[in-house]
């Protein structure tokens, strides 16, 4: 049973990911919510992991514990597969970081086909 639930109707931005890319470059934070394996396939460099699960369980203090403190940035970016858990993810922040995030439309999918960066590895 998870211990951390936030409504399911908490309003998610959308961001693309050429955006996203565009905003990690300006030194906005980008969670990766993949498992451990999926990360170790592929990831993309100076994303943040924090498994759904931890967020699921924790909120924010699942953040924080990766050195996030997500109460002072401008904007977080979250993203995963393919943008379904990383809407999972957003969905259960918003409460508490409100409009300051933002779900990475096509997740690590759609930032694969174009081209954008990876690294093996976690």
């Known amino acids: 049973m998870f211990g951390f639930r936030f409504p399911s109707h908490a309003p998610v931005r959308s961001v693309s990911v050429d955006s996203a890319h565009d905003l990690m470059r300006q030194g906005i934070p980008m ?5 451990p394996a999926e990360v170790a396939e592929a990831a993309v460099p100076g994303a943040i992991h924090v498994p759904l699960g931890e967020i699921e369980r924790d909120g924010p203090a699942a953040l924080a514990r990766r050195g996030l403190d997500a109460s002072n940035a401008e904007t977080v970016l979250l993203f995963c597969r393919s943008g379904n858990r990383s809407g999972i993810a957003a969905r259960l922040l ?11 439309e096509g997740g690590m999918l759609a930032w694969a086909e174009r081209g954008l960066p990876t690294r093996r590895g976690g």
């Open 31 to 35: 969670i990766d919510v993949r498992e």
């Open 94 to 104: 918003a409460p508490a970081l409100g409009e300051r995030l933002a779900n990475v």
